[in-house]
Every structure is written in C-alpha cells, then in structure tokens.
C-alpha cells in the first residue's frame, strides 16, 4: 500500500531479506521469530536491528487469501519502543484503504 514497496527497497540489504522473509512466512502461515501482532490494529509488525538502527515493516493478514503491506519505515522515535503516532495514523489509513480493496476484489 502506498509507498510500502519504495521505502522497502530503500533498507539495507539484510533488512529487505528478513522483512521479505517474513511476510512469505505470513504468505505460508507461519510466523517469523521477527513478527508481533501491533496492538490495536489488526496488523502484524516486523522488528528489524541493523547496525544500531531499527526498521519496521507492518503486513496485515486480516483479509482472507491476501496479505497487505501496510507500511515499511526506519524507527527514529526517541520515545522508546512505541510507534510513532503519524505513523500509527499512516496505518490507521492504509488499512482502511486496504479493505476497500479488498471489497473491490471480492
């Protein structure tokens, strides 16, 4: 959704692999060791450190048969672990955007 595909191919290398790694995970089933459910949003986040940085990339399973890659972004929040609020309002969007897709598809 978005520009989710544009910002993934911007991480490094290993970070594109283990995000990459983990929604074929989602695509099969499975969870990778990287993915937490994102509380409140029925989305699925992916923890990425890389050389002290942190990436993130946040899927949803929620529509059956489809998997939408909602957002992928670089942590720089100093508030700890907490996502960001503009980014928590990103996904708030893009999800919604997904379902009518969704709905489209269907």
């Given at each position: 959704?978005?520009?989710?595909?544009k910002?993934?191919?911007?991480?490094?290398?290993?970070?594109?692999?283990?995000?990459?790694?983990?929604?074929?995970?989602a695509?099969?089933?499975?969870?990778?060791?990287?993915?937490?459910?994102?509380?409140?949003?029925?989305?699925?986040?992916?923890?990425?450190?890389?050389?002290g940085?942190?990436?993130?990339?946040?899927?949803?399973?929620?529509?059956?048969?489809?998997?939408?890659?909602?957002?992928?972004?670089?942590?720089?929040?100093?508030?700890?672990?907490?996502?960001?609020?503009?980014?928590?309002?990103?996904?708030?969007?893009?999800?919604?955007?997904?379902?009518?897709?969704?709905?489209?598809?269907?």
């Open positions: 959704m978005g520009d989710s595909r910002r993934l191919k911007a991480f490094p290398q290993a970070v594109r692999h283990e995000i990459g790694q983990a929604i074929y995970q695509e099969l089933g499975t969870s990778h060791p990287s993915a937490y459910p994102m509380k409140g949003l029925n989305a699925v986040e992916i923890v990425s450190d890389y050389r940085d942190t990436y993130r990339g946040v899927y949803t399973t929620k529509f059956r048969g489809e998997i939408y890659v909602l957002h992928c972004f670089q942590k720089k929040s100093k508030t700890g672990i907490k996502t960001p609020k503009r980014d928590l309002e990103l996904l708030r969007q893009r999800l919604a955007e997904a379902e009518l897709h969704f709905k489209g598809l269907s």
